[in-house]
Structures are given as structure tokens and as C-alpha cells.
């Protein structure tokens, strides 16, 4: 999708727009201005100047993705570390966003989806099996393995 110089003056304009709209990764917001065609010298300052005038925010973007993802997708604190470090934001961010995570309503969520997987498995018969399941996907869902054992412990 890339496309011809547009400017820099245009680029700044959409630029502006595109992380007003909604929290962006500083990866993602290079690729785009990369996209517009810009040089990477343009690139720079253009990435500096919505740092200054606050329109690009690591921690903000963090804070906001690890939060939606959890609230509306119901990703474990692994998941959303994981894709995290996929657009590149700092390990500083990444702990700040994880720890914003309510420790309370973390463990609601993971009992209230371990407890619907299993009622989705109540055909399943072979205990260890069952077990086995409702482990794997609650670590594909993004949980760690300690919060998953003490749960299903407590499950079974």
C-alpha cells in the first residue's frame, strides 16, 4: 500500500488525524508515514512533533490497548504482553500496562471462562482430558500457567 510523496505538510495533516482517531504504536505510525512515501528524515521529525504536541504516547497506547483487550477480548496478561512486544512498545510500558490490569477482576474473568469452557466440555468423560482442554485454552486465551493450575484445582 504504498504510495507516491504526498508531502510533508499533507502527511503531518493525516498524521494528526490517524492518532487523534485512536491510540496509536509508534511502529504503527511509522509505517504509515513510511506509507505516505515520506524519507526517514521526515519521518523522524514528523514522529517527534506528535510526541511533543502529545498525539503519540507509548504509555497512553499501552495503558489503552492492554486495558481493551482484556475488558472486551478477555486476554490473559501473556497475550496482551506477547502482542505488545509485536509493536514494539518498551518493556517499561508493557509492566505499567499489565499492572493497570485489576489483579480482582482478572481472577472473575478467568473463573467465569473456565467455568463456561467446562460446561462446554460436560460431554467429555475422561477427567484428565477434560482437564487437559480447559488448561489449553485458557493458555491460548493469554492466562499464565500458575492462576490457571490454582483454578482448575479449585474447579475439579
Not at 12 to 36: D, M, N, P, T
Not at 125 to 137: E, G, P
Given at each position: ?16 488525524h ?9 511502529k ?27 498525539y ?9 490497548f ?13 497475550k ?36 463456561g ?19 489449553q485454552?485458557?493458555?491460548?486465551k ?15
Amino acid at each position: 500500500m504504498y504510495r507516491l510523496n504526498i508531502g510533508k505538510e499533507k502527511a503531518w495533516q493525516k498524521i494528526k488525524h490517524y492518532c487523534a482517531y485512536q491510540e496509536r504504536s509508534h511502529k504503527e505510525v511509522k509505517e504509515k508515514l513510511y506509507g505516505f512515501g515520506l524519507y526517514k528524515a521526515d519521518v523522524e521529525m514528523l514522529l517527534t512533533q506528535l510526541i511533543e504536541e502529545n498525539y503519540l504516547n507509548e504509555e497512553r497506547f499501552a495503558l489503552a490497548f492492554a486495558g481493551g483487550k482484556f475488558r472486551m477480548k478477555q486476554w490473559g496478561r501473556q497475550k496482551i504482553k506477547y502482542e505488545l512486544k509485536q509493536k514494539q512498545v518498551s518493556d517499561y510500558c508493557i509492566k505499567k500496562a499489565l499492572a493497570a490490569i485489576d489483579g480482582e477482576q482478572y481472577e472473575k474473568v478467568l473463573y467465569k471462562m473456565a467455568t463456561g469452557k467446562l460446561n462446554a466440555l460436560k460431554t467429555e468423560k475422561n477427567l484428565l482430558l477434560k482437564k487437559r482442554k480447559l488448561q489449553q485454552y485458557l493458555m491460548q486465551k493469554g492466562f499464565e500457567t500458575a492462576i490457571i493450575t490454582k483454578v482448575i484445582d479449585e474447579l475439579f
